[in-house]
């Protein structure tokens, strides 16, 4: 099965996670490449060009209005070497609930829990720590991600310039959360884009380990097959790569927005 409960994985929000690196919250085992958080300044410089290139990708994506009108819920599944998960991912704003499951038919899940963020499987929960909210708005709905890092004064935003990608040219900013130093070293992303649709073609990131304060693993995440979804373009093939783990593949099967989701969905029952 591809999510394992262990404290001593890696926790990232899939999608920003499956296995979940990517889309809300991936475990990785810890046999991964484990490393040190790498320091980050703690000056916060907000970019003009860095700000351009976010607000081009949010109106490339079709803005995020559509996103405040209530939650979404998409379903999917992941794929890592040969095993492949079936998942439910729901979200409203901060708060999210994960369920994926696997080949043995037993679920686990991940919600945020209104501040105090847990996990489930096969009966056992696990507290994780509150700092997994700083990393919970999945990456699927890019345009609603991005325009976070806007509205939070805390994140710092420094142009890159053009770079190149998998041998593909690409407009790079980096991010990261100022408000301390744990958080700016798991905040920390650097973000690419198309530079002729401006829509986001990866992002790599920090996967911190539940066990060690400040380990983790690098991660770099890959969107693309985009499709038009109520106005909104939406990455329906997502990879996630790290280095000494097999890539976990997603793919979404539907998504839907506007929806009414009760409170105590965030809340395991």
């Known amino acids: 099965m591809i999510f394992r409960l262990r404290q001593t994985y890696h926790l990232r929000y899939l999608m920003y996670g499956a296995a979940l690196i990517l ?24 970019d003009s060009q860095a700000l351009t290139a976010l607000n081009d990708a949010i ?16 379903i999917g599944s992941e794929t890592q070497g040969t095993e492949t998960s079936q998942f439910i991912w729901k979200n409203s704003g901060e708060e999210f609930r994960y ?3 696997g080949s043995t038919g037993q679920p686990t899940i991940i919600v945020s829990g209104h501040g105090s963020p847990r996990a489930s499987q096969q009966g056992q929960e696990v507290a994780l ?11 699927l709905l890019t345009a609603y991600k991005l325009a976070s890092l806007i509205s939070d004064s805390n994140v710092s935003l420094t142009y890159l310039g053009m770079q190149t990608l998998n041998g593909n040219p690409s407009t790079a900013i980096r991010t ?3 408000a301390d130093q744990l958080v700016s070293r798991i905040t920390l992303e650097t973000w690419y884009f198309d530079p002729h649709s401006r829509l986001p073609i990866a992002v790599e990131y920090f996967a ?12 770099t995440t890959y969107f693309s ?16 790569q790290m280095d000494g783990m097999s890539p976990v593949r997603i793919t979404i099967q539907s998504i839907a927005f506007d929806q009414d989701i009760e409170v105590s969905q965030f809340d395991l029952k």
Not at 27 to 43: A, D, L, N, T, W
């Open 208 to 219: 911190p380990n539940l066990a060690r304060r400040g380990e983790g693993s690098y991660v």
């Open 23 to 46: 889309v809300m919250g991936i475990f990785i085992p810890e046999q991964g490449s484990c490393q040190k958080s790498k320091p980050v300044s703690s000056i916060n410089q907000r």
């Open 225 to 240: 097959d985009y499709k038009e979804q109520n106005g909104m373009q939406i990455p329906f093939a997502v990879e996630t």
């Open 129 to 139: 720590p509150a700092e997994v909210r700083e990393t919970d708005i999945p990456f």
């Open 99 to 101: 369920e994926t499951t």
């Open 59 to 74: 109106s490339a994506l079709g803005g995020t209005q559509l996103l405040r009108g209530g939650g979404s819920i998409a």
């Open 176 to 178: 990261w959360n100022t």
